[in-house]
């Protein structure tokens, strides 16, 4: 409390004192007062960023508070006992069970063995396990004073599975490598052994296995192999300079002190250019070795008989340049060894237009090289004069040590010599062919010639014999005969024996009876015998097939020669004709043929002689007999031709027996019984219109009264021209065509017939030319039939009669489709005429013909697939006389055509229609004949 003073002054003064300290203090109060503003400002910002950290923090501690929660990896507590505290739900990957190493645990007891395992030390310890097909490592952190181990997971299932595509990849490549045949040595780029193999261990005696060997430092591991070599400081040298330079060196040779020699290969092993090793391979060549030197001893051994035996040898590659030559090549070829390495073979020897077609072969050949095809071919070079020079080449390929072909070699002879010898002996036979040519003519000409003459001698012969005749004018008249025939005799035995001496006889392959020939040949034979008294005997053997197939006409001449022969030479007793079946099967039969007789006989020593050309007996047996010792040697030609053989047993003055044995098809005897019914066809001669065409006035003459005789009216042409030029104004019934003739032959007069004029009259051939093919190229150029002269009369009447029938039954058939009497596309008119109310063989006739007809439809369907157009003629032309004979006249003239595709280029589209069109008629002509058969077949009322 304040003590007031007793003066004013003093109060006065003490009043301004106080109120100086007043405002000293309010100042003072104010000044900290802002102080004190300044400062709590600052405190309220201090409080304020203390509270953003503060809450920043709780944050950041709420965020750490949930990362184990949130971790995609297992996280979790456990105690020490192995008791899970906390875990995360990330804890549901691991599967109930769990392994570590060949361990496997539940899940629970998973925990303890960790708990059991982290606490024998209280350190941090890191465990792999595999929970299905998961893999994790899981970081154990044990806190020993909180009482609990922190567990913290990881899958490592992506490394595991790449660790163990890299160790079976390692183990492949370690199998790899121990199985290959080479000893294999893998160094990293700090040159330690990564992979080795036990081979490579063998080839160097080392005393260790591969896997000891692995990790080794590789200077280090080649001292090992060191005493395997004397100069092995030499190959270190070597070692350093390959991995200095790294670059792939190949085929490095190395031979060991025991003789061995090894191979060596170093293969630098690079990433973008960066080096990561090499690869060492090493091969045992010794063997090899010691094969190429001794193939080299033997090439060179081979080499040196070559050149001794004057053969030439080159080697080419595969462009064809010379690698080798030796001398004798070069002395076959004028170069020297220098001028031909590294040439090609065909700018050298091939100069001219032959490169052309040589380029071609040689391609042909390499390929054949390539297939490790050796051949021969022959072939003309130009030598270094330019002169032509023949060689045999044979050749064969050329391969290196891995099989890789990489040329030729071949061994040349020198063949010019022979070459030459070979053209003068084409020139040769081109001589002789034309000799026998010539000769072929010559025989031609002189069988017309005489043929001819003769045609008109026997012929006026047989008709004189017919007029009233005294016995002196018949005793003249059997001496011309006589004289004739047997003259004709020997033109066909020299004709036979010609045409068997140039191969070109031909066999016939047609049906025919035994039964039949006996009968032509004792029929023939009989008068001769029975002017001398002699007894003509046949027996065949009745289980001979009644059809067989083969040639008759040559069965024919070999029994007519051999008894003719038998009654020749035998004055009184018997001649007999015998057959004996040895052997068949179901196809064909064996026949045995003996001709026997009671004659003079053969001397034992003079047997094995008859059967030679121009040989008998003696001459004696010559000039009292007669004949030109051809027959036995043509007949034995024959039967050798037909495949069979012939021997003769004799005694003198008791006679002689011929065997001869010959093999047979079994034929058909259906179609034979249709032939013999066309061969019995009656005389349709009378008031019919024939041409004859014959240069011959007496072969004219004597045709005409033959002819006439039978009351056919007869027109003359005396040359092929003049037979055209009738038939353009006049139709014929038949035409007798000669073929030797002037201005216009019959080949040509009877092409003209026919494809010019368009005729289809029946024309046969009178021809006297026996000459091989006469038949053929009569048939081919359109004629019908063909008749040798000189011909029998009764043969000319019939051949004309069979001919003028068909004809006959043609027009009909023709009248028939014309008037339209009757919708059949089939005609039995002819059939039924040939089998003379034959019920049964009529019936017979269709059935063969449905058989045969179906039959070649399905066959000529598979040779029109097949496009085997070669086929088409000789089944059609089988069939052709089958639809001739049954009146089918829609398809005669496509049959014809059929028959001639294989002979020229046919258009594919036509065929198409024949075959199409040949099918839809025989169904529909087969169905109907299976009507007509059973028609035929019903009992007559």
């Known amino acids: 409390m304040t003590t007031i003073p007793d003066d004013i002054l003093e109060l006065k003064r003490l009043l301004a004192q106080e109120r100086e300290a007043r405002k000293k203090a309010e100042a003072e109060l104010e000044e900290k007062s802002y102080s004190l503003y300044v400062l709590n400002e600052r405190l309220k910002n201090v409080n304020k960023l203390l509270e953003d950290q503060v809450a920043k923090r709780t944050q950041e501690m709420k965020s750490l508070a949930r990362m184990p929660l949130e971790n995609p990896e297992p996280v979790l507590r456990i105690d020490f006992d192995g008791k899970i505290i906390f875990c995360n739900e990330a804890i549901n990957k691991i599967a109930s069970d769990l392994q570590v190493g060949e361990e496997r645990y539940p899940f629970d007891q998973f925990w303890e063995y960790i708990a059991l395992n982290v606490c024998d030390t209280y350190t ?48 492949r490549l370690t199998t ?34 591969p896997n000891q060997l692995i990790g080794m430092d590789a200077w280090k591991m080649r001292k090992l192999i060191q005493r395997q070599f004397d100069d092995f400081k030499v190959i270190q040298n070597q070692v350093g300079k ?60 081979y080499r040196n008989i070559i050149e001794n035996m004057n053969l030439g040898l080159i080697e080419v590659d595969l462009q064809e340049r010379i690698a080798y030559a030796n001398q004798s090549f070069c002395l076959m070829t004028g170069y020297t060894s220098k001028e031909l390495i590294g040439k090609k073979t065909t700018e050298i020897f091939f100069r001219d237009n032959r490169l052309g077609e040589i380029g071609q072969n040689l391609e042909r050949i390499q390929s054949r090289r390539r297939k490790a095809i050796s051949d021969a071919y022959e072939i003309c070079i130009k030598n270094k004069e330019g002169n032509d020079v023949w060689l045999l080449i044979s050749g064969a390929p050329l391969f290196d040590d891995n099989k890789n072909f990489i040329g030729t070699i071949g061994i040349h002879l020198d063949i010019t010599d022979q070459k030459q010898m070979e053209k003068d002996l084409r020139d040769a036979i081109s001589k002789a062919q034309a000799s026998v040519k010539a000769k072929e003519i010559f025989l031609a000409n002189m069988s017309h010639e005489i043929r ?14 017919k007029t009233s005749l005294n016995e002196q004018q018949i005793s003249f008249l059997k001496a011309i005969t006589t004289s004739a025939e047997n003259l004709l005799v020997i033109i066909n035995d020299i004709l036979d024996f010609s045409k068997i001496e140039a191969g070109k006889m031909q066999m016939e392959h047609v049906d025919f009876t035994v039964k039949d020939i006996l009968k032509q040949v004792s029929d023939i034979i009989v008068y001769k015998a029975e002017e001398k008294g002699l007894h003509i005997k046949t027996h065949i053997d009745n289980r001979i097939s009644k059809a067989l197939k083969g040639d008759p006409y040559r069965l024919n001449q ?192 009877t092409s003209y017939i026919r494809s010019h004029l368009n005729k289809q009259t029946p024309i046969i051939a009178l021809t006297a030319n026996a000459i091989k093919g006469e038949k053929e190229r009569c048939l081919e150029v359109g004629m019908n039939d063909y008749l040798s002269k000189p011909f029998e009369e009764k043969d000319l009447i019939h051949r004309c009669s069979v001919w003028l029938f068909k004809k006959q039954s043609t027009m009909d058939i023709k009248v028939a489709e014309t ?27 269709i059935q063969l013909f449905i058989n045969s007809s179906s039959e070649a439809v399905n066959k000529f369907k598979s040779y029109h697939k097949n496009r085997e157009f070669d086929r088409f003629y000789s089944l059609a032309h089988q069939l052709k006389p089958n639809i001739e004979n049954m009146g089918i006249s829609s398809l005669r003239d496509e049959i014809r055509e059929i028959e001639q595709i294989s002979h020229r280029n046919y258009n594919l589209e036509r065929l198409d229609y024949l075959m199409s069109h040949f099918e839809e008629v025989i169904v529909q002509i087969n169905q109907e004949l299976h009507q007509e058969l059973e028609h035929l077949k019903e009992p007559v009322s």
């Open 124 to 171: 941090q310890k890191e465990i792999e396990a595999e929970t299905g097909n998961h893999y994790f490592s899981f970081t154990c952190v044990p806190l020993k004073e909180e009482g609990y181990i922190n567990i913290y997971g990881r899958s490592i299932t992506s490394q595991k599975n790449i660790e163990h595509t890299l160790k079976a990849t390692a183990s």
């Open 176 to 209: 790899i490598i121990s199985s290959i045949q080479s000893a294999i040595l893998v160094v990293d780029e700090t040159d330690s052994v990564l992979l080795v193999n036990q081979m490579f261990c063998d080839y160097f005696d080392i005393p260790l296995s």
């Open 242 to 301: 390959l991995i200095e330079e790294r670059q792939v060196i190949l085929d490095i040779e190395m031979e060991t002190k025991d003789g061995r020699v090894i191979e060596r290969d170093y293969i630098p092993i690079l990433d973008n250019k960066e080096y990561l090793g090499s690869l060492w391979k090493f091969q045992d060549i010794t063997i090899r070795k010691k094969n190429q030197a001794l193939l080299e001893q033997s090439e060179e051994k």
């Open 452 to 465: 001819t003459p003769m045609n008109a001698i026997l012929g006026m012969s047989r008709l004189l014999h």
């Open 558 to 749: 070999i029994l007519l020669n051999l008894a003719g022969n038998a009654v020749k030479f035998t004055h009184q007793g018997s001649v007999k004709i015998e057959t004996r079946l040895l052997a068949e099967t179901e196809s064909s039969q064996c026949i045995e043929f003996i001709v026997s007789d009671t004659g003079i006989g053969i001397e034992k020593e003079k047997q094995s002689d008859i059967f030679k050309s121009f040989t008998q007996e003696d001459n004696s047996v010559t000039r009292k007999f007669g004949g030109t010792g051809l027959g036995l040697s043509i007949c034995k030609r024959l039967i050798e031709l037909m495949g069979g053989s012939i021997s003769v047993f004799s005694e003198k003055g008791k006679g002689t027996t011929m065997t001869f044995t010959l093999a047979f098809e079994i034929g058909n005897s259906e179609t034979l019984e249709q032939e013999e019914k066309l061969e019995e066809a009656e005389n349709m001669l009378p008031d019919r219109q024939i041409l004859l065409v014959e240069d011959n006035e007496f072969n004219r003459m004597l045709a005409i009264t033959v002819l006439s005789n039978q009351g056919a009216i007869v027109t003359e042409a005396v040359n092929g021209l003049d037979a055209v030029q009738k038939v353009q104004k006049k139709d014929f019934d038949l035409i007798l065509m000669d073929i030797q003739m002037p201005e216009m032959n019959g080949f040509e007069a």
């Open 819 to 845: 008037l339209k009497t009757r919708e059949k596309l089939y005609d039995l008119s002819q059939l039924q005429l040939i089998s003379r109310g034959d019920k049964n063989f009529v019936c017979k006739m």
